[in-house]
C-alpha cells in the first residue's frame, strides 16, 4: 500500500496493479504468481489463504525501509481510491492460473465502493475481457499486448473493448491516430525513461502506465497538461 500512496503523492493520476486471487477466494495485488522474489517462498498464491499471505513479509527485498509491508487486498486500494480522484487499472493477472469468476468477484468489488466510472479492467487474456463486459458493460476494459497487432482498433471493437494498453514498442504515432480516430485510446506500459515517455506523448497515446510517475508529472506539467 505504502507504494500506492507514495505514487499519488509523486503526481500520479491513476494506479496499475495485478489481481489474483486467494485459495479461499480473496482478491489480493501482487504481480507474480509464486512469492519467491517478493517473499523468498516458491508457493504459489493460489494455494495460500488470505490469513497464510497476510503473514507474508514482501517490503525488505525492495529496501530494508519497507520491511514489514504486506500484500494488499483489492479492497484495501479501492478504500484508497475513494480518497482521490484517481483512475484505477485492475489487470486480471489470469493467464497462467485460471482463477475462477475473477472477473464477477472484481466487478463486484468495484461495484461494492462506487467505483465503476473510475475503474479500468484490463487482462491478457481477452476471453476475460469480453466476459466482463458482458457482466458489466459500463465498466471500461483495455486490451493488453505485446506487440504486432493489426488493426487494432478494428480488434478492440470486435471484443468490446474500450482501450489498447499497449507494449511501448508497439506504438506508432500512425497508429496512435488511426485508433483515435475509431475512438479508441491507446495507454502504452511500461515506460519509466523520460525521453521515450515524451516520445510516446507526442505520437498521441492518451495514457502512460509507468514505475516513475513524478518523471511522467513534471513532463505534463512541462506541456502544459
Not at 19 to 36: C, F, K, P, W, Y
Not at 64 to 91: M, S, W, Y
Not at 120 to 127: A, G, K, L, P, V
Not at 177 to 194: K, L, Q
Request: aromatic share 8%; glycine share 8%; net charge negative.
Amino acid at each position: 500500500m505504502i507504494s500506492f500512496q507514495r505514487s499519488i503523492e509523486l503526481g500520479a493520476t491513476g494506479i496499475e496493479t495485478d489481481v489474483q486471487m486467494t485459495r479461499d477466494g480473496h482478491l489480493v495485488l501482487i504481480h507474480d504468481e509464486t512469492l519467491q522474489r517478493t517473499a523468498g517462498s516458491p508457493e504459489w498464491v493460489k494455494d495460500l489463504t488470505l490469513e497464510q499471505l497476510k503473514l507474508k513479509e514482501v517490503g525488505a527485498w525492495f529496501h530494508e525501509d519497507f520491511r514489514g509491508e504486506a500484500i494488499p487486498t483489492l479492497e484495501q486500494l479501492l478504500e484508497l481510491a475513494q480518497k482521490h480522484e484517481i483512475i484505477v487499472n485492475l489487470e486480471l493477472k489470469n493467464g497462467i492460473v485460471q482463477y475462477p469468476e475473477i472477473e464477477s468477484k472484481v466487478i463486484e468489488a468495484v461495484r461494492k465502493f462506487g467505483l465503476s466510472e473510475r475503474i479500468i479492467i484490463s487482462s491478457f487474456n481477452h476471453y476475460s475481457l469480453v466476459l466482463c463486459k458482458k457482466i458489466a458493460p459500463d465498466i471500461r476494459t483495455g486490451i493488453l499486448y505485446m506487440e504486432g497487432l493489426y488493426e487494432p482498433w478494428n480488434y478492440a471493437a470486435g471484443i468490446g473493448a474500450d482501450a489498447l494498453h499497449a507494449f511501448k514498442y508497439a506504438v506508432t504515432p500512425e497508429l496512435a491516430a488511426e485508433a483515435a480516430r475509431h475512438g479508441i485510446p491507446y495507454h502504452s506500459f511500461t515506460v519509466n525513461d523520460s525521453a521515450e515517455m515524451k516520445a510516446l506523448m507526442d505520437a498521441g497515446v492518451a495514457g502512460i502506465i509507468t514505475d516513475y510517475p513524478d518523471r511522467l508529472a513534471a513532463l505534463l506539467a512541462e506541456a502544459g497538461g
